[in-house]
């Protein structure tokens, strides 16, 4: 029932969609005729009775009430609500299509892991892809007016081939109130474990993948059936269909073609056939048209999926494969390019114009870039290790950042002594500070103190964010508290100051 035209639009062309406006069947002339004929008739009974039935004071009610419908009737939404709406619906509609259970995965994986040439074997293989066809069979029934119509109960199931009487008698002597499409799937893993206690699956590996196909194929028929048990919801499609009504209703009398001599502001022409008007319907109904459409792709539209040839399609390739097709080999032989390390496979003369294309390198591959800008440069002269000064001293502010890591018990300074690189260049060299360490307990009663006749910059504990200490060319400081005019400054852990460190 799908209407497929990919070949007739393969390239584009002068006019190529054009061609397809002409198109019955799947078109939206064939959804959508009879709404636009009853929206024209009402349109034209509402225009005569206008014309020739009411009486001038009438009319002037009317032109009055037709202004003030057409006037509002732009407040209504459409496209928002519309557009939202159909893309949802494709959404939807395209992800139910993928959900189909496909069971080509699963036949190979079949036909490759389950071994045995006498009849058995080939019983077991052809008993197992029936069972997976039986349980798509069963969801599609549950979900397709198609294929329900074919296989309207479960005498029309047993007499397809689909299932044996035998196997009908354990289908419906096992009671339950909901859905039994995944009784085969069942069915299909105790045959595959028999045939693993039988040695015909070789090893749990394999039976462990197929297992996984069949739980993949099992679960798209899941998938399908929650997609039809829930739909979009209710109240959203409620809300598309009254704003599209209510808005060509409201046209009906909005939209009429006014007596030109009232003078009344864009009814200068009375044209008596709403052209514009009739166009609009066309497209917003019509829009609404594809999402009834597509909202359930398992009837029998003209678009909607082809279920009862997907069954056709699957059982005879899934028998075919691990029957017909197993063991069945061509003889192998030296392919016609043996001894070409180059192989080319030949073109036909409509075909030639792709020989004359250059093979694609990438986007880059004929990118010129000046010499002069293809040579390395070192790091040091890289602007971002320069600091503003133009001096060649490292950029401190990773220093600075563990610095400010370090712990004030008071909050003297902020908690952290700032430091950078134009500041260091101004330290003076000068034994004028000792060293020493203190423990958490006596941390204040063993600072530091200032000795020696030296001096610390006079920022020190008044500029929080300019601070710097004075070192000794080879001084070695250790972790400890630094004592400053009765305040305790931390000093960071061992660390080397001198004219050769950074």
């Known amino acids: 029932m799908t209407v497929t035209y990919t070949a007739r639009v393969a390239n584009a062309r002068f006019c190529g969609f054009s061609k397809l406006l002409l198109a019955w069947k799947g078109s939206i002339y064939k959804v959508l005729y009879k709404e636009f004929l009853a929206f024209f008739a009402m349109y034209t009974a509402i225009s005569i009775t206008y014309r020739f039935v009411l009486s001038d004071e009438q009319k002037r009610y009317f032109e009055k009430l037709a202004i003030y419908c057409n006037h509002y009737a732009s407040l209504i939404p459409m496209s928002f609500v519309l557009g939202f709406y159909v893309t949802l619906v494709v959404n ?28 058995r074997g080939r019983l077991l293989r052809r008993t197992m892809m029936r069972y997976a066809s039986l349980s798509a069979l069963l969801i599609l029934r549950s979900v397709s007016t198609a294929v329900f119509k074919r296989f309207p109960t479960m005498d029309h199931v047993v007499e397809a081939g689909f299932m044996s009487r035998e196997e009908r008698k354990k289908f419906e002597g096992l009671r339950s109130p909901y859905n039994k499409y995944w009784i085969p799937c069942v069915w299909f893993t105790n045959l595959a474990a028999v045939a693993r206690c039988e040695g015909r699956i070789k090893d749990d590996h394999t039976l462990k993948l197929l297992l996984e196909e069949l739980n993949t194929f099992r679960g798209r028929c899941s998938l399908l059936f929650h997609y039809d048990m829930i739909s979009v919801p209710l109240v959203y499609t409620q809300v598309v269909t009254l704003a599209v009504y209510s808005f060509f209703l409201v046209c009906l009398i909005g939209r009429q073609f006014l007596d030109p001599c009232q003078g009344y502001p864009g009814h200068d022409l009375d044209l008596y056939v709403p052209i514009f008007t009739l166009l609009q319907f066309f497209f917003y109904a019509g829009w609404l048209k594809v999402a009834e459409q597509l909202i359930n792709p398992f009837g029998e539209d ?57 093979s694609f390198q990438g986007s880059t591959f004929d990118m010129a870039i000046p010499r002069e800008e293809m040579h390395f440069q070192p790091l040091e002269d890289i602007a971002e290790n320069m600091e503003e000064s133009g001096t060649r001293h490292p950029n401190m502010a990773l220093f600075n950042r563990l610095l400010s890591a370090a712990p004030s018990p008071n909050g003297f300074m902020g908690g952290a002594l700032r430091r950078t690189s134009a500041q260091l260049q101004r330290l003076h060299r000068s034994p004028s500070i000792e060293r020493c360490t203190s423990d958490d307990d006596e941390e204040e009663e063993r600072s530091c103190e200032i000795s020696k006749g030296g001096s610390l910059p006079s920022g020190l504990g008044q500029d929080t964010q300019s601070t710097v200490c004075s070192f000794s060319e080879e001084k070695r400081v250790w972790g400890g508290w630094l004592s400053v005019k009765g305040h305790s400054v931390p000093l960071p852990e061992e660390r080397e100051f001198g004219p050769h460190s950074r």
Request: charged share 25%; aromatic share 12%; glycine share 4%.
């Open 302 to 358: 003209d678009d909607d999926f082809e279920t009862n040839w997907l069954i056709d399609r699957n059982f005879q390739v899934s028998m075919m494969a691990v029957d017909e097709m197993y063991g069945d080999l061509p003889m192998m032989e030296r392919d016609r390019y043996w001894n070409d390390s180059n192989p080319r496979p030949p073109y036909t003369a409509a075909t030639l114009f792709v020989l004359r294309k250059p």
């Open 92 to 119: 939807r509609w395209w992800s139910q299509y993928t959900s189909i259970p496909l069971p080509d995965r699963l036949m190979c994986v079949l036909s490759g892991g389950l071994q045995g040439n006498d009849e």
